[in-house]
């Protein structure tokens, strides 16, 4: 049995009376999104209709209640719905279930369905009711079984493992069907067996004996009165229960290699402990408890690498021996870019968008292709409020400068580049579209070069590629169409007007500052800048003819066949003479091409989850690679 959907209506962020639907996999689930969107309401709505094992306490207050428009609710309710019983699930809790008759012919199946509906009194206390879709009250085994284990933030994983009365590890213990002891004693190996030989042990000790011994001849002989005998005991007083044993007992990991002493291995090794600890009850053959751990921030004190690991061994035991099913938030790009795509949940604006098959666009092929390079670097798209796709290492240096510049820095708005090479565009855009509404409330700009060379480059190309006068019209609206033909939804192709950034940056309105940044990229030696934007000066006021023709001479160096100058390097010193340049933001504007003008101005604008799709472009071709002409 695993918790399929979840449905929340009027509870904190979700309200208007509009319930959420939010669909979980089997095996691991990550809920990923920026602060307050809502991971973790997601989880506490569980712990809330569920319950939870340990010492967390599900106490629901009017804070829960959703507020909008200066309106409290009254009530919210939760629903939980649980698919894929087994016979022995479907046997114990027959009373319980809802029946769901089958389509089309199909045998029909059995649910499980668990509602809580609060009601907010007028004194603000809080009536809560729990019930199943039969009609029946959770109670007796069947709310005991539901229970989910429940991993908090910013837990303290060393608290937990040490000994104590409360400790976590002593519940977990308790629970272990292999820990009970067995009604007989007397067999060897086990932990009554071990109880009851230590305390004899320790009571036919020769210390102790002989302690015993001077008490009573020493002091308590002469003490006594005549026909009284009072004969001392040393021992463990009461006969040790198991759970008093179970309690004494901790978890730690072997100190390192070489090192004899115990030491603290650190709260991020502890915390991984903890997480296996839990797992190993829940996938406990014999305990009879839903197999669903609730964790949040499972990457708290764990440096990247270790993540890695962490996912990937979850990953692992949530698809083998007893399926455990587990859900997770997380703030961490390494976490959700370790994960399948499939398992991740995007969460923003009180709504959930899934990236399963089921609810993308993505197509099979690019499941596949983002689980090989959907890196850390990449997946910080997740948690974005707007997202910029580019195809070099260039743009990433240059684009933060130029929207910074015209007053949208990129640091400020939320907004995410992502470089996706020469390849895959749309593999990684299509994350952001839906199959249907609601639209993911997040812009996805895609920035790509038009790659016409302009007639007077005719020069600088390898030969046989065609320049722009040697291409029908139709030829280049037909190109043009290719690179957004994919658009939709959020995501927005910006095409440059004529060839590539660099040349564009030239002749839209950077002419001068283009020359300065490929004369200090091509300098190897020790000259100063001052030095080299004299010579760069020196060479720009040579120059004649159009704004064109100059922004090729400019440009030779860097777009020339063959030519080695590294186009990163030329966008950094780029964004360097941009942030020292006095203009303000609207003059910025007018110097800069208009497509990235809006591009930067499309990611910094807000979007709702019910806003219109960008509209469709004409469509020629299909394929994710940057169409190229000539």
């Not at 933030?153 to 069907?177: M, N, V, W, Y």
């Not at 030696?525 to 004649?544: P, R, V």
């Amino acid at each position: 049995m695993y918790l399929k959907e979840l449905h929340v209506t009027n509870f904190r962020n979700v309200g208007n009376g509009q319930p959420l639907c939010v669909p979980f996999q089997q095996g691991l689930n990550l809920i990923v999104g920026e602060n307050d969107a809502g991971k973790t309401g997601l989880i506490d709505a569980i712990r809330y209709c569920l319950g939870t094992r340990g010492q967390y306490y599900e106490r629901i207050t009017i804070s829960d209640f959703f507020c909008g428009d200066g309106q409290q609710s009254k009530e919210f309710s939760i629903r939980c719905v649980f698919d894929g019983l087994t016979p022995d699930e479907v046997g114990n809790f027959a009373e319980w279930l809802t029946n769901i008759p089958g389509e089309d012919g199909q045998p029909g199946r059995s649910e499980l369905q668990v509602s809580l509906t609060a009601k907010l009194q007028a004194d603000e206390s809080v009536y809560p009711e729990r019930s199943t879709g039969s009609g029946k009250d959770v109670d007796g085994k069947l709310r005991e079984y539901l229970q989910a284990t429940y991993l908090r933030p910013l837990r303290d994983a060393s608290a937990e493992l040490r000994p104590g009365r409360r400790s976590r590890l002593a519940q977990i213990l308790q629970t272990l069907p292999e820990m009970r002891p067995e009604k007989d004693a007397t067999v060897a190996d086990t932990l009554a067996k071990i109880m009851v030989d230590s305390q004899k042990n320790i009571s036919d000790n020769k210390t102790i004996k002989n302690i015993e011994k001077r008490l009573r001849e020493e002091y308590l002989a002469d003490a006594a009165l005549t026909g009284t005998s009072l004969l001392p005991k040393l021992g463990m007083g009461v006969k040790f229960s198991f759970e008093q044993v179970i309690e004494r007992l901790q978890l730690e990991l072997h100190p390192p290699n070489g090192v004899n002493l115990a030491v603290n291995r650190g709260l991020g090794l502890d915390n991984v402990l903890f997480m296996c600890a839990e797992l190993l009850l829940l996938q406990s053959e014999a305990t009879a408890q839903l197999p669903l751990l609730l964790v949040e921030e499972p990457e708290a004190h764990l440096h990247p690498q270790m993540q890695s690991s962490v996912i990937a061994m979850l990953d692992n035991q949530a698809t083998n021996r007893r399926k455990a099913q587990i859900l997770l938030t997380t703030h961490s790009p390494l976490l959700a870019g370790s994960a399948d795509p499939q398992n991740v949940i995007m969460i923003g604006a009180g709504t959930t968008f899934p990236l399963s098959s089921s609810h993308t666009k993505l197509e099979p092929g690019d499941y596949k292709f983002l689980r090989r390079f959907l890196d850390a670097t990449k997946a910080n798209l997740f948690f974005a409020k707007g997202v910029v796709m580019v195809e070099g290492d260039a743009e990433v240096l240059l684009l933060p400068a130029l929207a910074e510049k015209i007053g949208r820095p990129f640091t400020k708005h939320g907004v995410s580049i992502v470089n996706v090479g020469t390849v895959g565009f749309y593999r990684y855009a299509r994350i952001f579209q839906r199959q249907k509404p609601p639209v993911l409330p997040v812009p996805v700009a895609c920035i790509t070069d038009r790659d016409v060379p302009p007639t007077a480059a005719a020069s600088l190309l390898r030969e046989g590629r065609k320049t722009e006068d040697q291409f029908e019209q139709t030829e280049i609206q037909t190109h043009i169409a290719k690179k957004t033909a994919k658009d939709g939804e959020p995501v927005k192709t910006f095409v440059s007007p004529c060839w590539t950034l660099e040349f564009d940056l030239a002749e839209g309105g950077l002419l001068d500052e283009m020359n300065r940044a490929i004369t200090r990229a091509r300098h190897t030696g020790t000259k100063t800048e001052e030095t080299l934007d004299q010579e760069a000066k020196t060479f720009f006021d040579s120059l004649t003819g159009t704004v064109r023709e100059k922004a090729v001479k400019v440009c030779e160096p860097l777009l020339k066949n063959g030519s080695n100058l590294s186009k990163p390097t030329v966008a950094h010193e780029l964004a360097s003479i941009l942030r020292n340049l006095p203009d303000t933001p609207e003059q910025m504007r007018a110097r800069l091409p208009a497509y990235l003008v809006e591009a930067i101005d499309y990611v910094t604008s807000p979007l709702t989850a019910s806003a219109p799709a960008p509209a469709q472009q004409a469509t020629q071709g299909s394929s994710d690679a940057p169409a190229q002409l000539g």
